[in-house]
């Protein structure tokens, strides 16, 4: 080992000719020299010089070298020190080691070349444990971070788990709400006021209907279907609905100028975009007084220049941005806001979770969102959406007409509300329908070869036995009669599956009227 270049050697030692022997020596090897005559003074020019190593005599005026060891050693624990004495004795030698010695030399020295090794052993060790030390550092720091994710995915399992059970109650319950409504707006006028409140209704349940979709989709338990919106008209929605939630100390400004700008995205992610980074926004203002401004607007970036985000590729961006005039946020909260579960918010104010869906739903539709905050002056988010090319007329509405049928249809449902509304759903759309509450029921309606039914319809959540189940059941019996499998959330099915078991069809709730009258007439028509 050669260090002697970049090393400083600090010697200690009262007798002159001696400490004139080892300075040069040492310096013909290369190294760097200090040279003190006394303990008081070896401490000083330590602290002053901060040598690599120390070589130092036991017996020293004003503090012997065993006081120095242990001073060295408190202060600095990673420089070795050497002991070359003559005067002590084994116990010496042992006490100094157990202080912290690397090495103990004694005197008279014979031949220097003693000192060189000691000096080299001394250093090589110090290295391995520096090195030793960065990597324990580094291990410890991976087991935090391991750990951290580890806790972070149970946290997030969790939630899966729990966005299952909720998808599967509360699809249920818009089920009906959805389904009600729809009934209601074909025996309403359609220009009346009834019938408008029906319609916002109806959009209110669709947008709830997807949250939990969304909601499914972050804990990773079903996947999002993009496709081409205009932005513009979500943003302005979504504000609309905020707005009325706000109070008077704070004002909402808008500012869209991007009317047209179609980007690949699924509406209620944009919605939730919107909802989540203004919530946050009224959060940290002062008092629940200020300004939350909201702008939209459409940008052309070119190469390498996109304002230091973590997108690099050129073209067209839809530009979104929510700014605040709250307390605005510190570095490590600025570094820590998208992590799920981070918050800085008071207990019942929020989970966590709203900017880690955001950052989420953003980077799914390879666009990019930083934030730039400053301390009682507030907080712009940017949002970049990569911009698409429209196709056709996106804003005009298309009425189709519903598909009915005169078939009958066997339905099976163990919830009594969904029961009765699909037996008026269908009943509108003409066919004749009898609804069972359980899979027995249903076995039992159909009778041996299921002749008096040309279609079935099941729930698959039901107890004792689960759609999939009677399915099983039903075709062995009666393999020619089509079944359509409806849920608002399994983890034991899924469409694919449904479809490899022999049914024809498979729908999520809350059902549609005119998704169902389809599926039906797709089925019995082929």
Do not use: W
């Not at 729809?182 to 408008?196: I, R, V, Y």
């Not at 804990?219 to 109070?247: F, G, N, W």
């Not at 230091?308 to 979104?320: E, F, I, N, P």
């Not at 301390?375 to 009425?399: H, Y």
């Amino acid at each position: 080992m050669d260090s002697s270049h970049s090393t400083t050697v600090l010697t200690i030692e009262d007798d002159l000719l001696i400490l004139k022997t080892i300075v040069s020596y040492l310096k013909s090897l290369g190294y760097n020299v200090l040279q003190a005559a006394d303990g008081l003074e070896g401490l000083e020019i330590f602290r002053r010089g901060h040598p690599d190593i120390v070589l130092t005599d036991i017996g020293l005026p004003k503090i012997n070298g065993m006081e120095v060891l242990s001073t060295i050693r408190e202060e600095s624990p990673d420089i070795p020190v050497i002991i070359v004495s003559g005067m002590g004795t084994l116990g010496d030698a042992i006490k100094a080691l157990r202080l912290g010695a690397r090495d103990y030399v004694t005197k008279p020295i014979t031949d220097m070349v003693l000192i060189k090794y000691a000096i080299e052993r001394a250093l090589e060790h110090s290295s391995l444990v520096q090195e030793n030390r960065k990597y324990q550092f580094f291990l410890e720091e991976e087991v935090r971070k391991k750990t951290a994710e580890l806790y972070q995915a149970q946290k997030l399992e969790a939630i899966g788990t729990l966005a299952g059970g909720i998808a599967h109650d509360f699809n249920n319950i818009l089920a009906a709400i959805m389904g009600y409504t729809e009934l209601a707006l074909f025996k309403t006028e359609k220009e009346s006021e009834l019938a408008d409140n029906l319609r916002h209704v109806l959009k209110a349940s669709n947008r709830a209907k997807d949250l939990v979709l969304q909601i499914l989709t972050f804990s990773r338990r079903t996947e999002i279907d993009r496709h081409p919106i205009q932005a513009s008209l979500i943003v302005k929605e979504a504000l609309k609905m905020l707005e009325a939630t706000l109070p008077a100390t704070v004002q909402l400004r808008q500012h869209i100028r991007a009317k047209e700008t179609m980007i690949l995205c699924d509406p209620t992610e944009i919605h939730q975009v919107i909802t989540n980074l203004c919530t946050n926004a009224f959060h940290a203002l002062i008092n629940e007084q200020g300004d939350i401004t909201v702008a939209l607007d459409e940008e052309t970036f070119p190469e390498n220049d996109l304002e230091g985000s973590q997108t690099t590729a050129a073209g067209k961006y839809l530009r979104l941005t929510v700014s605040d005039t709250g307390r605005g946020m510190n570095l490590e909260t600025q570094n820590n806001i998208f992590d799920p579960f981070f918050t800085t918010k008071e207990k019942g104010q929020g989970t966590g979770l709203g900017l880690a869906v955001v950052h989420g739903i953003v980077t799914d539709c390879n666009g990019c969102i930083k934030v730039k905050s400053e301390l009682d002056k507030g907080t712009t988010v940017t949002v970049l959406f990569p911009v698409i090319e429209a196709e056709g007329n996106t804003e005009a509405e298309v009425v189709i007409p519903l598909p009915t049928g005169v078939e009958r249809i066997l339905f099976v449902d163990d919830e009594a509300d969904l029961r009765k509304l699909a037996q008026q759903m269908l009943s509108f759309l003409g066919y004749s329908v009898v609804c069972c509450a359980s899979g027995m029921e249903a076995l039992e309606t159909l009778g041996e070869d299921g002749s008096g039914f040309d279609m079935l319809i099941t729930d698959q959540s039901m107890p004792l036995m689960p759609g999939t189940e009677l399915a099983r059941t039903v075709l062995n019996l009666c393999p020619g009669l089509p079944v359509i499998l409806c849920t608002g959330y399994s983890s034991m099915v899924d469409e694919e599956k449904a479809l490899a078991q022999g049914i024809r069809g498979f729908l999520l709730k809350p059902l549609a009227i005119g998704t169902l009258a389809r599926e039906i007439r797709t089925i019995l028509d082929r």
